[in-house]
């Protein structure tokens, strides 16, 4: 039995000696260490022994599995030392390298003018009217009739404006401006309002025009408001959102709904103010028109005119960022051309 022992000794010591890493020397502790393994069992049978050599086997398998213990606990060390550097060695992080690029998303340039423009007019005193009050699909009477434009004028005609095919009172707005009369049924002056959102006309799609586009609406109504207040206004805004250098002029001009009315024309980007396509040969593009809202409109909405007066105003997003970005297609907003949007 003795010799047994030895020899599972020399068996044990040699496999281990051949072992190279944690999981091998695992199955090698379950071979020779184990509750089940040959020396447990030798242990384990000792009672069978004659009672003679019963001390010495005992004593000798005990040695040989505490040997066996130890020898794999040395070799447990060294191999998790060893496995641990390789790892370290394989899996090391540069932290000097640079960091993956993930692509992010962009603020429509178009949102973000009509966000300046939003911020700039509520630190001068508007607020932002609810959608219920600035829809997209109006009646004639909104679009039309209530801002004072005459049946027979040409903007009504279906040349440039969307009626629905269902309803022939029913247009997409081609102006922002039907959101006037929103606010004004709404609520008794004063009344201090802008209202951003797409407009559509039926026009020939170009550089210069498309067929959806943007306008941000303004209405001031109170006593005693005039053209001064107006011009006061809109000169701070372009200088807020032009900056104080840039060339601007207003121009007389005529709307239905406001008498007297201006058009505020900003110095071409693209040219300088020396003429090129996209301003006409002009040097000049219209930003805005303006004016004193009619006294027609007022009494439309039940404003006594003789109590009340107002100012409005409605500007072109496209135009404005345009203007500031020195874009000189108007089509670059809709065509989603990641490459454009992403200089924003
Ligand atoms: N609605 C006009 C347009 O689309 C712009 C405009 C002019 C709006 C004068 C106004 C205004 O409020 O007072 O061309």
């Not at 004639?140 to 022939?168: G, I, W």
């Amino acid at each position: 039995m003795e010799n047994k022992v030895l020899e599972i000794e020399k068996e044990a010591l040699d496999a281990l000696d051949k072992i190279e890493d944690l999981k091998s020397l695992e199955e090698f502790k379950n071979k020779y260490l184990s509750r089940s393994c040959e020396l447990t069992n030798i242990k384990k049978s000792l009672k069978d022994l004659p009672v003679e050599v019963r001390p010495k086997v005992g004593a000798l398998a005990n040695k040989v599995f505490h040997e066996l213990n130890e020898k794999s606990d040395e070799r447990y060390e060294e191999l998790y030392k060893i496995e641990l550097d390789k790892k370290l060695r394989e899996e090391k992080i540069d932290v000097t390298l640079p960091g993956t690029y993930l692509p992010y998303g962009k603020v429509h340039p178009l949102t973000s003018t009509i966000n300046e423009v939003v911020e700039i007019f509520q630190h001068l005193g508007f607020s932002v009217t609810s959608n219920e009050n600035s829809p997209e699909v109006e009646t004639e009477y909104f679009n039309f009739d209530m801002l004072n434009v005459p049946k027979e004028h040409p903007a009504r005609d279906v040349q440039d404006t969307f009626y629905c095919k269902n309803a022939s009172n029913v247009v997409l707005r081609s102006q922002t401006s039907g959101a006037q009369i929103h606010a004004m049924k709404e609520k008794k002056p004063p009344i201090r309002i802008i209202s951003p959102g797409r407009v559509y006309r039926n026009e020939n799609i170009s550089a210069r025009k498309n067929n959806l586009f943007h306008q941000i609406e303004g209405l001031y109504v109170d006593k005693n408001v005039n053209f001064g207040h107006l011009k006061g206004v809109l000169q701070e805004f372009i200088r807020l959102y032009f900056g104080a250098s840039r060339p601007t002029r207003f121009r007389s001009s005529f709307f239905p709904f406001t008498e007297p009315s201006v058009e505020i024309d900003v110095q071409c980007i693209m040219c300088g103010g020396k003429g090129c396509p996209t301003c006409s040969g002009t040097g000049w593009l219209e930003i805005l028109g303006a004016g004193i809202v009619d006294p027609n409109v007022l009494k439309g909405v039940g404003i006594d005119p003789d109590v009340y007066s107002g100012f409005a105003f409605g500007m072109g997003v496209e135009r404005l960022a345009m203007l500031k970005y020195a874009i000189d297609d108007i089509r670059s907003f809709f065509n989603n051309d990641i490459r454009f949007l992403k200089q924003f």
